[in-house]
């Protein structure tokens, strides 16, 4: 198995910040306002007017359906993005989103956004492994994508166990390495940390393990892979029409000059999937 520790990167939050800041234009352009995978069902992928909007959500409604959000209900979106998510949450099942994200630009771009007719929203730049919340604060949380970002697992599940009420829910959209991975795939995985400024990349069995001691209880799991997989495909598609405008062929020029390697990101990603070395799938908790 591999340990956690061994997929480590040196990224910082400062880092990770950092990288979202710088590569803001990118992810607008190319994923929109929700950073992260779509779920597609295999007839989607080539039609054409099925947007790679359309399918992050769904895989938003996916994630929180289990979590059964009642009106009026504290919610808290760890690693919030441009708060589109909190957004979408707020307004279809009227509860109180908390979202918290390391990039002050997200923070900013979220304001911009008018307030959800049913529900609120409220968007705020932290770190979740030092935040101020009470205990007990939230009935419900969701992490999308944001759990490999955090430089000490065990302290993003201690507080998470610390914030929820007794009896609250969590779900959890994630990556995971695979426990037997040659080391090939090692070195594949490593890349994509450092590349993506993951500080550590878990196992499955590392993460329930993690949850577990801090006190949360392992309520299901579902592996996403094949369904997620297509995003980074639609993306390919994506980038490789938008480099004909030149605003994003100069942008491009301009970031891989700071960040040779970025342009790798996608071709790692979609080997990383089709190797099975890289797992994607929702990880469901209670307190």
């Not at 979202?20 to 995978?37: C, I, K, N, P, S």
Request: hydrophobic residues 40%; aromatic residues 10%; contains cysteine.
């Amino acid at each position: 198995m591999i340990a956690l520790l061994a997929l480590r990167s040196a990224a910082t939050a400062p880092d990770i910040a950092r990288h979202y800041d710088e590569l803001d234009f990118f992810y607008r352009q190319l994923w929109g306002e929700h950073l992260h995978h779509g779920l597609w069902e295999e007839q989607w992928e080539d039609d054409p007017q099925l947007s790679i909007q359309e399918t992050t959500r769904r895989l938003l409604e996916v994630t929180i359906a289990p979590l059964s959000l009642q009106p009026g209900e504290r919610v808290v979106d760890i690693g919030c993005g441009y708060g589109a998510d909190a957004r979408w949450l707020a307004e279809h099942t009227a509860a109180h989103v908390t979202g918290i994200t390391l990039s002050a630009l997200q923070v900013q771009l979220a304001k911009e956004h008018p307030p959800p007719v049913r529900g609120s929203t409220v968007i705020r730049q932290g770190d979740w492994l030092h935040n101020d919340f009470d205990d007990h604060s939230f009935g419900a949380a969701v992490a999308i994508e944001s759990l490999a970002h955090m430089p000490d697992k065990r302290l993003f599940f201690r507080q998470l166990s610390r914030t929820l009420s007794h009896g609250g829910r969590a779900a959890i959209a994630c990556w995971t390495a695979a426990p037997d991975c040659s080391f090939l795939e090692t070195i594949l995985l490593r890349r994509l940390c450092r590349d993506g400024q993951l500080p550590s990349l878990g196992t499955l069995r590392e993460y329930r393990e993690l949850a577990e001691d801090a006190g949360l209880r392992f309520t299901n799991y579902r592996d996403l892979t094949t369904a997620v997989e297509p995003t980074w495909r639609i993306i390919r598609r994506r980038a490789a029409k938008a480099l004909w405008s030149l605003r994003f062929l100069r942008a491009s020029i301009v970031t891989a000059r700071r960040r040779p390697s970025f342009v790798l990101t996608i071709p790692s990603m979609m080997l990383a999937y089709r190797t099975q070395a890289l797992h994607y799938g929702i990880l469901w908790l209670e307190k």
